[in-house]
C-alpha cells in the first residue's frame, strides 16, 4: 500500500521533441515537463552523444545546454520549453544548422526526499524517421489583391490566433 502511494504522489519527468511554435519548416521543440503530483528537485538531462560543436554562433545548443545542465525544479504540471533543432538556412546568420537532431536523452531528478536514489529515465528524442506530425494551419489566405487593405490586416490576425489555438494542446 505504502509503495502504491508512492508512486502515485511522486514527480515524473519527461522530455519530449515536438514540432516548433516557431512554424518554420523542420523546426523543433524540446521540453522538459514534470507531469507528475509532486515537486521534481534538480532536474538535469543528459545526451547520449557529444554535443554537436559549431561555435559561438549555434545559439540553439548552447540554449538547450543550459535548460539541460542548470539543476531545475519543475512543480507538478509545470513545463519548460526552448528550441531543438533548425534546419541550415542559405540566408541567415548564422547559415549552418543549429541544434540536435535526434538522441537519447537521460533525465535525472529527486522527489521530496533528496536523500533517496535519483529518479532516472531515458528517451529518444527524434525530429527523423517519424512519419508526418501535424501542426496548426495558418487558415484561409486572401488573394493578393487585398495586399495593402485593411481586410488583409484582419486575415493576418486571424492566422496568427488560429495557428496560436493550434498550439494550447501541444
Known amino acids: 500500500m505504502r509503495t502504491d502511494s508512492r508512486a502515485q504522489s511522486r514527480p515524473y519527468v519527461y522530455v519530449q521533441v515536438v514540432p516548433s511554435l516557431a512554424h518554420g ?18 532536474v538535469t538531462v543528459r545526451l547520449g ?3 554537436p560543436s559549431r561555435g559561438d ?4 545548443t548552447a540554449g538547450i545546454r ?4 542548470t539543476p531545475q525544479t ?18 541567415a546568420d548564422p547559415a549552418h544548422e543549429q541544434g540536435v537532431r535526434d538522441a537519447v536523452a537521460t533525465v535525472s531528478y529527486y ?9 532516472v529515465e531515458e528517451y529518444q528524442l527524434r525530429t ?22 485593411d481586410r488583409s490586416k ?15 494542446r501541444r
Open 25 to 42: 519548416e523542420d523546426v523543433w521543440d524540446v521540453f522538459l515537463e514534470n507531469g507528475g503530483r509532486s515537486v521534481a528537485r534538480n
Open 57 to 60: 554562433s549555434d545559439q540553439v
Open 74 to 91: 519543475l512543480a507538478p504540471g509545470q513545463r519548460l520549453r526552448t528550441y531543438w533543432y533548425m534546419p541550415a538556412d542559405p540566408k
Open 49 to 51: 552523444h557529444p554535443w
Open 128 to 149: 527523423t524517421n517519424i512519419g508526418l506530425t501535424p501542426v496548426p494551419a495558418d487558415g484561409f489566405n486572401p488573394p493578393d489583391k487585398w495586399a495593402e487593405s
Open 154 to 168: 484582419f486575415y493576418s490576425v486571424l492566422q496568427t490566433i488560429a495557428r496560436h489555438v493550434g498550439e494550447l
Open 111 to 119: 522527489g521530496q526526499e533528496t536523500s533517496r536514489k535519483p529518479f
Open 66 to 69: 543550459a535548460l539541460f545542465e
